[in-house]
């Protein structure tokens, strides 16, 4: 059954640094998400993304954060300037688009401690 | 602001009896809404979902009620195993795109 990947599992980085959090989305997916939960608290949204431009964004997704799909089959979420505040668990998405609703499939997530 | 509530972060439930699992939301034009089902270390994996026209849909063990009125739906699990042992998320959806708001989560521990 075909799956949505993310690399790597655990990211640890200086207060400061650029990281790059990496998702394979399931092949035949055109909508592309990526969400967080910081320890104990709700799953938050952060970005969508549909032909290669955001389609809707959290506030949480400010000038720091951006999303690209360098090529046909991956899909990245760089923080550029990484706070202690972003440690979290961030989670990759995807979804086929579909009349109505389609049901979004998400990655493992990637652990991030900025530290 | 919490659209979407979870208001029970915990749950124990003995293997073969029902689960009941509560969500509150705020938001009124919300019109669809899913559980999702979160084992440790990994994504949210998705379970069952409800539109708004329906107040009941069911898929094997798994019935979720939807009460409009109240601004409440519920997850049944009957019956339940210990496999079911995972966090439960409620989220929802208003028409205008694919944003989904998730509630905090409840964690299920049926016990065999």
């Known amino acids: 059954e075909p799956e949505v990947t993310q690399t790597p599992s655990h990211q640890v980085t200086q207060m400061g640094q650029e990281v790059i959090l990496r998702c394979v989305p399931i092949?035949?997916?055109?909508?592309f998400y990526w969400y967080r939960q910081i320890l104990g608290q709700k799953v938050e949204f952060l970005v969508s993304?549909?032909?290669?431009?955001?389609?809707?964004k959290s506030e949480i997704f400010d000038d720091q954060f951006s999303v690209e799909r360098p090529d046909g089959s991956n899909f990245t979420l760089k923080i550029r300037s990484t706070k202690l505040e972003d440690s979290a668990m961030y989670f990759c998405?995807?979804?086929?688009?579909?009349?109505?609703?389609?049901?979004?499939?998400f990655g493992p997530g990637t652990r991030l401690t900025v530290t | 602001d919490q659209q979407v509530k979870q208001n029970s972060p915990s749950l124990s439930v003995q293997e073969g009896r029902i689960s009941i699992l509560n969500c509150d939301y705020t938001?009124?034009?919300?019109?669809?809404f899913l559980w999702y089902k979160k084992y440790p270390a990994e994504g949210p994996t998705f379970l069952i979902s409800?539109?708004?026209?329906?107040d009941k849909n069911e898929d094997g063990r798994f019935t979720v009620f939807l009460n409009k009125s109240a601004k409440h739906l519920s997850l049944h699990i009957v019956p339940s195993q210990p496999g079911d042992s995972a966090v439960y998320f409620c989220?929802?959806?208003?028409?205008?795109?694919?944003?989904?708001?998730f509630g905090t989560g409840t964690s299920l521990t049926v016990i065999p």
């Open positions: 998405a995807s979804s086929e688009l579909a009349e109505g609703y389609s049901e979004q499939y």
């Open positions: 092949s035949n997916h055109l909508y």
């Open positions: 993304f549909y032909n290669n431009e955001i389609s809707e």
């Open positions: 938001n009124s034009m919300f019109d669809y």
């Open positions: 409800i539109s708004s026209i329906k």
């Open positions: 989220a929802a959806s208003v028409d205008t795109g694919n944003q989904f708001y």
